[in-house]
């Protein structure tokens, strides 16, 4: 992202997002965990736009779709995004699964206390958009 960033203040993201077409699929992992600057948004929000229907892109977050205005701020931008994102998607909720990370630790410490044992959830999406041809 700070790449596309630079590239904007230098006025050449379309040149750089062009470099990233030669990649089939790009992962995001973690939107949403950063507050983002307006400068940001706009920049994810024409990565986005640029891979829509053209190349995919998986995304990983904590942040259910109706909290994703906390990541464009701006609630047509957030719709639009939005959009794109969920068009051609298969949208994994892991909100459910137990999270080994958690789990691991829980072991470790349970072998300390066996009362800390217990399910721990993951807390996060998994959304793979692209062109399917």
Request: contains cysteine; aromatic residues 6%; proline residues 3%.
């Amino acid at each position: 992202m700070q790449r596309l960033l630079a590239a904007k203040r230098d006025l050449r993201l379309p040149q750089e997002l062009t470099k990233l077409d030669k990649f089939t699929c790009v992962i995001l992992d973690d939107i949403g965990y950063v507050q983002h600057d307006r400068d940001e948004m706009e920049v994810l929000f024409t990565f986005l736009a640029e891979r829509y229907e053209h190349k995919s892109v998986m995304i990983t977050t904590n942040l259910v779709f109706s909290a994703w205005n906390r990541i464009f701020k701006d609630p047509m931008t957030t719709l639009a995004a939005i959009d794109r994102v969920v068009h051609h998607s298969v949208i994994l909720d892991m909100m459910s699964v137990q999270s080994y990370r958690a789990k691991e630790a829980s072991q470790q410490h349970s072998l300390v206390d066996p009362s800390a044992a217990g399910p721990h959830k993951a807390e996060e999406m998994v959304i793979a958009t692209g062109n399917s041809n």
